[in-house]
């Protein structure tokens, strides 16, 4: 029986931390979230008659790889701020576990790769929106996250983006279906973001990120926008069942992980705490994808 040899190991666990390195610079578990938006616009958007699996294979690798590409520029951009918090100074560019130069030419041939498979196996509509949810997200929301809250309107539409890209990869068009699932996931965003700014509030002040509304306040008038914001997820989680998309019983589903999510912000606008806003944030990472399955079991074909 062979045996492996200090220096094999040594290459081994090399070669692990390396590929560790790169599946953090492309925010591997942020990127499958958003691919998994992406599946759920495309199946929702397929008609039924024959499901077109090119295209969805190529929706996925594609998305995957620009919402890859996109996380990797946020990293290069932000490599400086990251070595002041917490939460991502451990990066592999804060450690130069990867080098810069790397970085760069890494994060361009994903983002090729990513918008050649979109262009080969879905069509024009959805590679330029794919194009210009990258460019939203590296190139005006990474920098305005330091200007003021309006980074975070910003950042909605990347991150509401993946459905929408879904839809118009299944059908080619853009109607009121795609608007909703779009519309759905934008609102969302901001709860999701501002809970996610209270917690890190700490952190963020140290790389001036001004991510927090009403003057950037972990007080009462953030959280009601909040709970605003929160409280339109009711009626917009009803509209795929009023328009037919789907059937009641995720209707059902959406209104009672709205009321929920809603409740959660009650508690935040009474005591403004961080545990209240953790809650928050963990909540909204429970309410999408339940929501989205919900619909996807309940489709009306």
């Not at 499901?51 to 490599?79: D, P, Q, V, Y």
């Not at 969302?188 to 790389?207: G, L, N």
């Amino acid at each position: 029986m062979r045996t492996v040899g200090i220096s094999e190991l040594s290459f081994i666990e090399g070669l692990l931390v390396r590929v560790k390195a790169y599946a953090d610079l492309i925010k591997l578990r942020l990127s499958a979230l958003v691919t998994f938006s992406a599946v759920f616009g495309y199946i929702l958007g397929d008609s039924g008659v024959s499901f077109g699996w090119t295209g969805f294979i190529g929706l996925a690798l594609g998305g995957f790889l620009i919402s890859g590409a996109s996380g990797a520029a946020n990293e290069i951009m932000e490599r400086d701020l990251d070595k002041l918090m917490k939460r991502t100074q451990n990066r592999p560019l804060p450690l130069q576990l990867i080098s810069l130069r790397e970085a760069y030419w890494f994060t361009v041939a994903v983002a090729i790769l990513g918008i050649s498979l979109l262009w080969i196996f879905t069509n024009p509509l959805t590679t330029w929106l794919g194009i210009l949810s990258m460019v939203l997200y590296a190139f005006v929301y990474t920098p305005l996250k330091r200007v003021g809250p309006i980074a975070v309107f910003v950042g909605a539409i990347p991150g509401a983006m993946p459905p929408l890209l879904g839809w118009t990869a299944a059908t080619g068009t853009i109607g009121y279906e795609a608007l909703i699932i779009f519309g759905i996931q934008f609102i969302w965003q901001f709860p999701h973001f501002w809970a996610i700014a209270w917690v890190s509030d700490e952190d963020y002040k140290r790389a001036g990120f001004k991510l927090l509304p009403s003057g950037g306040g972990q007080d009462l008038n953030t959280a009601i926008q909040i709970m605003i914001y929160t409280l339109f997820l009711l009626p917009l989680g009803l509209l795929p069942s009023y328009f037919g998309l789907t059937g009641l019983n995720s209707g059902i589903v959406a209104t009672v992980c709205g009321v929920l999510f809603l409740a959660q912000t009650f508690s935040l606008m009474r005591d403004c705490s961080r545990k209240s806003a953790l809650k928050i944030m963990f909540g909204s990472f429970l309410y999408l994808p339940i929501v989205q399955i919900a619909y996807l079991l309940d489709k009306i074909p």
